[in-house]
């Protein structure tokens, strides 16, 4: 696919497999193996899995707030399958399929939810940054990681994740400018779930669609049905190998939030069962599903008989981390940079006071 022939300006958005997970596309079809389709699949049920049971530990008291990511499979899976192990990856706060399969441990996810600063310490191999809950700030950084990459010769791309929201804040501006000026290896992935909490897509911006704000900063913008995991991953490889060469990437992967924002949100508040009924058929489990079975490598017996072994794994890796929240306040001081920055030092110092005061009063 030639990532930079794509005209983001005509409004079309790339497909390689319907609803009915029929090829529709062939030319576009990514290589894989039956083997590899089966673990995008196995990883996609395997998301969905830690979604149902964190929803439901949630609401029994033992989980923190929890964003779900039901219906987003397929645009997290696709994109992180894209990459190669020494490749950077910078995400917001809902991008579990790519998390699962750049290796962060179920259990560390868990561990972030439940609320301890532990989930976090993913470990420098896995070139995996934590989860960053301030709106596209993490954009920055991921320009910055691609530049050093660039300057260091190491031929890594590094792609960051946000949301339709995201593109609103300054930052996502400011990252694709740099990006573009200085030609980093940087792949942009929006996931437009439609939403930003209960702000729909068209209150962010008047353009047709998210993929041709790359225009104005001199970089090819591509649109892709984010509920098909082939298109999702033929346009994120290509995507990566340009990046590499040439420069920076955005792609906006067309998807929808099936769930709440998080598990603070009501979103029968803002939307309707007519709205979200039309996706239940778009789901990209459920396409991939089809055509595994068309294809005779995957059965109706294969399908029931995942569900209970990824239950049985997503709650012991749940139960090794419950009651292992005893983050001290000063881990959080130390992790992120290698020297403490003076403005943290003086935090720190500050807290520490806080509590000498305390200890004193008593
Ligand atoms: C800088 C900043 N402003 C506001 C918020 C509060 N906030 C949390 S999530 C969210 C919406 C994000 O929407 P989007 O980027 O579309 O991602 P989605 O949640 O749909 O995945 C907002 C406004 C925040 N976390 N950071």
Redesign the pocket.
Known sequence: MQIDKFNPLEDEMIQVMDEKGEIINPELMPELTEEEMLHLYHTMRKARTIDSVALSLQRQGRMLTY?SNLG?EGAQVGSGYALKETDWAVP???ELGMWLIKGWPVEKILQYWYGSEWGSHMGKELRLLPIS?????HFQHAAGIALASKLRGEKDVTIAY????????G?FHEALNFAAVFKTPNVFFI???????S?P?SK?TASKNLAMKAIAYGMPGIHVDGNDIFAVLAVTRAAVEYARENGPVLIEAHTY?MGA??TSDDPTKYRTDSDVNPWKAKDPVLRLENYLMKKGVLTEEDIHALTEPLEKEVMDAYKSIEFSSDTKVEEIFAYHYEEMTPQLQDQLDEYQAFLKGAESDV
């Open positions: 964003a987003q917001a706060f809902r809950v301030p709106i596209s700030s946000t949301g339709d929201g995201g593109t609103s804040q930052d996931q437009n779930n439609q939403f930003a909490i702000v897509r962010q939030r924002h998080t």
